[in-house]
């Protein structure tokens, strides 16, 4: 009797241990989704995974190593790194050097609106305000 009174209790411990480990675990996704949220408005990543993401993630190519998008998206290079890609973005961006000609000529319809250009160039400015604090 004793036995099975233990073994009722021994499993109501585990499965409360259970329930608080992932009620950690969701609070803390549900941290990490605002942060991300919070870092990068969707209509900008919008444009980036409209006009940008198929080379620069890392399922892309070469192109990767200069800015990969999957790391901007999760927050992953560190601060420096960061500042620097995101003015790099910004000039190629405004000075239409990316996305390249050629790519264009193929895939006109990645090409980005002038609103597109002031909306990134907009959030990468105020964003960028942040890390010269
Ligand atoms: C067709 C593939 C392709 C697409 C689409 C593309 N890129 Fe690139 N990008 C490359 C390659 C390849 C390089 C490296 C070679 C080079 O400099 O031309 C590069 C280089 C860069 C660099 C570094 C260049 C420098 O001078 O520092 C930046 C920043 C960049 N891309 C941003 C972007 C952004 C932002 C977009 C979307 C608006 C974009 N790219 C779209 C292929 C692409």
């Given at each position: 009797?004793?036995?099975?009174?233990?073994?009722?209790?021994?499993?109501?411990?585990?499965?409360?241990?259970?329930?608080?480990?992932?009620?950690?675990?969701?609070?803390?996704?549900?941290?990490?989704?605002?942060?991300?949220?919070?870092?990068?408005?969707?209509?900008?990543?919008?444009?980036?995974?409209?006009?940008?993401?198929?080379?620069?993630?890392?399922?892309?190519?070469?192109?990767?190593?200069?800015?990969?998008?999957?790391?901007?998206?999760?927050?992953?290079?560190?601060?420096?790194?960061?500042?620097?890609?995101l003015k790099n973005?910004?000039?190629?961006?405004?000075?239409?050097?990316?996305?390249?000609?050629?790519?264009?000529?193929?895939?006109?319809?990645k090409a980005l609106?002038?609103?597109?250009?002031?909306?990134?160039?907009?959030?990468?400015?105020?964003?960028?305000?942040?890390?010269?604090?």
């Open positions: 009797m004793i036995k099975i009174l233990l073994i009722v209790v021994a499993i109501g411990i585990f499965s409360c241990i259970n329930a608080t480990k992932d009620n950690a675990i969701s609070t803390k996704e549900k941290i990490n989704n605002n942060l991300q949220k919070a870092t990068i408005p969707e209509n900008v990543k919008a444009i980036f995974d409209k006009s940008c993401i198929a080379c620069h993630s890392n399922a892309g190519n070469m192109a990767k190593m200069h800015v990969n998008f999957d790391k901007i998206y999760t927050n992953s290079y560190s601060p420096k790194t960061m500042s620097k890609k973005i910004n000039r190629v961006i405004t000075r239409d050097i990316m996305p390249s000609k050629r790519y264009l000529k193929k895939f006109p319809d609106t002038d609103k597109d250009k002031k909306l990134v160039s907009d959030w990468i400015n105020s964003e960028l305000k942040k890390y010269n604090k």
